[in-house]
């Protein structure tokens, strides 16, 4: 819905605008190239500028991205001065006649308060001073005002009260953007922590069970044991962004493994096949460990014999198939399809809804899990991973201190 209403704003705002750029344009004539007619000329200019404001406005509004907008805006309305406040303080002024920035914040309590715009006329003790009369445009994010636009002018123009408006209301889209960029950054976050209590309990108990068992033993084995499960959590819980790489990852993985492995000894079987050039491929954190946890859980459960896990990672052109095959128990199809619609918590708290939940979010629902099983027919999860996605970088890799 967000999506349709910028779509809306960014489609509507070139045709009003045209109008106030072709009043302009046609007192002073400039050679318009190849862009065809004065019109078509003044909507290619203020797409463009709209286009070199945005950016700055989906981090939200504050002094900075109020900073790296301001100017466009007001290239947009072609006044003399456009200020961006939010409720308490004007956040830039671009243009003439910043000595107006106290009086402007007195008559902005009327629009702020109501979410209406208004246009005032300035008192300005300078002689020279162009700014004699403002146009208010609050910025509105659900219904609350978050700010408003101001337009400064040498007079009354209904044309720029109208202008400015629409302006107003295409940065509160972005506004809204920005509003559920965070929510789904928060929303990433949350799932994040709720995928570590899940995997906390249930692995951190076994896994010092195990390294318990070889203190005595074989303590060399229980130290080793000790190092694979202290930099497995230190990853699991590590605080350096929502996004690591697919070397990291697999990384993080064999530590997992090599804990597994000495409690299960010879019942499990794991091979790998990684083709080089995915390695450095970004992915939402702890995506694919829950996957391989998911195997050993199924792989192994009610089960007497060797279970078989194999991990492959290929190279598709603009994307990395990783695919996670295990010969276990399987699952009932019906009953996967409620865990990742979240009607039923899957037995052992393994996340698969959880990381098909993030896979969606990220990439677009065209990259949820791929989950081929049946009952006693082992099961096949595969995941697509772009390998270059808007926003998707990794933080760096974590080395062991």
């Not at 705002?13 to 065809?36: K, S």
Request: glycine share 8%; net charge negative.
């Amino acid at each position: 819905m967000s999506g349709f209403i910028a779509g809306l704003c960014v489609a509507i705002l070139p045709l009003l605008a045209a109008g106030f750029w072709l009043g302009r344009r046609t007192t002073r004539p400039e050679n318009l190239g190849d862009l065809g007619t004065p019109v078509e000329h003044a909507t290619f200019e203020t797409l463009h500028t709209a286009s070199l404001a945005a950016p700055p406005l989906r981090a939200g509004l504050t002094e900075e991205t109020a900073r790296k907008s301001a100017r466009r805006l007001r290239s947009l309305l072609g006044t003399d001065a456009l200020c961006l406040t939010d409720e308490k303080r004007v956040l830039v002024w671009d243009g003439v006649g910043g000595h107006h920035r106290t009086q402007i914040m007195e008559l902005l309590a009327g629009p702020l308060e109501s979410g209406r715009g208004e246009a005032f006329p300035l008192t300005c003790d300078t002689p020279d001073c162009p700014v004699r009369w403002a146009v208010v445009a609050p910025l509105t994010v659900d219904d609350r005002v978050h700010g408003a636009l101001v337009a400064c002018a040498p007079r009354e123009s209904a044309v720029l009260v109208r202008a400015a408006g629409e302006v107003a209301r295409w940065v509160s889209v972005q506004l809204e953007l920005a509003d559920l960029d965070q929510s789904r950054t928060r929303l990433i976050e949350a799932e994040i922590k709720a995928l570590r209590a899940q995997i906390s309990p249930h692995f951190i108990f076994n896994s010092l069970a195990v390294i318990a068992s070889f203190v005595r033993t074989d303590p060399e084995r229980a130290r080793e044991l000790l190092l694979e499960f202290a930099d497995f959590t230190r990853y699991s819980f590590r605080r350096h962004g929502d996004f690591t790489t697919l070397a990291d990852e697999l990384h993080a993985i064999d530590h997992y493994l090599a804990l597994v492995r000495a409690r299960f000894g010879d019942r499990l079987s794991v091979t790998l096949q990684i083709a080089p050039e995915v390695l450095p491929v970004a992915l939402p954190f702890l995506c694919l460990q829950p996957l391989v946890e998911n195997a050993v859980k199924h792989g192994l459960e009610g089960k007497a014999h060797k279970c078989r896990i194999q991990i492959t990672a290929q190279d598709a052109g603009a994307e990395a198939l990783v695919v996670i095959e295990d010969d276990g128990a399987g699952m009932d199809p019906a009953l996967l399809r409620r865990i990742l619609a979240g009607e039923v918590s899957p037995s052992g708290g393994i996340g698969l809804s959880n990381v098909d939940d993030r896979l969606r979010q990220v990439y677009g629902d065209d990259y949820g899990l791929v989950i081929e099983t049946a009952l006693g027919a082992g099961m096949k999860i595969t995941a697509r991973l772009p390998k270059y996605q808007p926003g998707v970088h990794s933080a760096g890799r974590l080395t062991r201190e």
